[in-house]
DNA sequence: TTTTTTATGTAGTGATCACTACATAATTGC
DNA sequence: GCAATTATGTAGTGATCACTACATAAAAAA
């Protein structure tokens, strides 16, 4: 997992792996299938619901406070020099040579998936009256998701933890900026793009 | 270009490369010298200052504009149907095997200038005093750094134009609550973090 | 124990990787 | 026209790619 994480689908190859595992091909073969087999339990192993930030973070009882939360706990994780820098969902899966597509399309569902999840909870939250019923949740999903997946470049790129911090502030005053407009337009009737 | 633009380094093979040229592998490496210089050279193309969105950008009135000109005009790049979805220089190198670490660190060097011009025209800015003398060049910089990586993402997942426009409309709505903080802070004297 | 099943290591599969020695073709200088 | 130089194609370099046939070793079943 570690590997493919910071290395890519790609840019990780099964001498890495068994030499890493401390098993032959032979082994890995018998219990994994193939490279890609075994990438995609890597991913799942990443992704798994019970260690996922996102998850978790949906939980908060607010729309606002779940999203500060997934950016807040995901950016900590791709800076945890523990572990490689970045999301291996959104990381490892970049540059694909021809014929391995498949790869790509399966992390971008991932992706999807996460992008499901803020979207419904942005639902729920103008549901239960935390944010105004006019809040466009399809803009306010890919807004979080830009600077969550922008984060992971960050990261690559030695983000210093606490500027990280800092740039989700301003992302949430972003956040709450937008949310005032749906407010606005709710009352105005209008259309709610920032001047 | 577009090919590493679209694959990345290592997913572009030299038989792609000659084949998409239309010359054999001794004329590449008579023209170029090697897969690497190369590459540096698409780079170079890709990224040259009269090409550049970012460049013609920062020319802008105020830091304000300047940042948003810079968001919108890669924004339109990077989901260009004609050209590889997102950015080559945030793209090309994210997924490297051990012994390539020098491609990486080219790219990241690239993204470390951008970042540098876009801290230098906030700190016109505020010089210039359409932002407050407060402002903090880093964050606003790392922050508006930080939707742009995001945005060659959500391109390369297919994003739609006018939602990209909607995501930069709530980025710069950040941009401005959190310049207001830092004004807030120079009348105030407080720390700046929005609670 | 003996047999059967399962797991593992050795060694090598053809394919492709970036790259190049060598020969031929086109171009240039005289 | 003729020699020197430059450019290009052919064919192949060793290395590494993902993957596997085969044989041996360990474990389970009889």
Known sequence: ????WEHGYE??????????????PTSL?????????LFREAVAAYNAPENSPTDRAMLRPTAREAVEEMLRANADAYVDPG???????????INLSEGHEDV?????????????????????????????????ADVLADY????????????RDGADPERVQAVIDAAMAGW????????????????????
Chains 1, 2 share one sequence.
């Open 11 to 24: 840019g990780t190859s099964l001498a890495m792996l068994t030499s890493a595992m401390g098993i032959t």
């Open 144 to 155: 979080a998701l830009t600077v969550l997946h922008g984060l992971s470049v960050q990261a």
């Open 83 to 93: 572990t490689p820098p970045g999301c291996m969902v959104v990381l490892s899966g």
């Open 104 to 136: 790509g399309r399966h992390l971008a569902e991932l992706r999807g998936q996460d992008r499901a999840k803020v979207r419904a909870r942005i639902v729920r939250g103008a549901e239960d009256g935390d944010l105004p019923a006019g809040a466009d």
């Open 29 to 37: 073969y018998a219990a994994f299938g193939s490279k890609d087999a």
């Open 176 to 195: 709450d900026a937008m949310v005032r407009t749906f407010g606005d337009a709710a009352r105005t009737g209008g259309a709610g793009r920032t001047p």
């Open 1 to 4: 997992m570690r590997l493919f």
